[in-house]
């Protein structure tokens, strides 16, 4: 009964190896698909960089603009008694 159990037991102990293999398999397999998809969306971000740096340079010229004429405005407001 011993040598029974032990097959059993082996039996066992090799589907649940093979299961754990299969499972680490899938495991791999999705972190490459993961690891492609990060890759996809990093390059994609690397595509937007130059008009980002547009758009921040316009935004900043834009605020310095603005904050230069309102301090032309504020002076000529003072000198009326406003």
Do not use: C, H, Y
């Amino acid at each position: 009964m011993e040598t029974n159990d032990r097959t059993t037991f082996q039996k066992q102990k090799e589907t649940m190896i093979n299961d754990i293999a299969l499972g680490l398999e899938q495991v791999i397999n999705n972190m490459n698909v993961l690891n492609k998809n990060l890759e996809g969306v990093i390059a994609i971000g690397k595509e937007f960089e130059n008009v980002s740096s547009l758009w921040k340079n316009f935004n900043r010229a834009i605020i310095t603009s603005a904050s230069d004429e309102d301090l032309n405005v504020l002076p000529a407001n003072n000198e009326q008694g406003f």
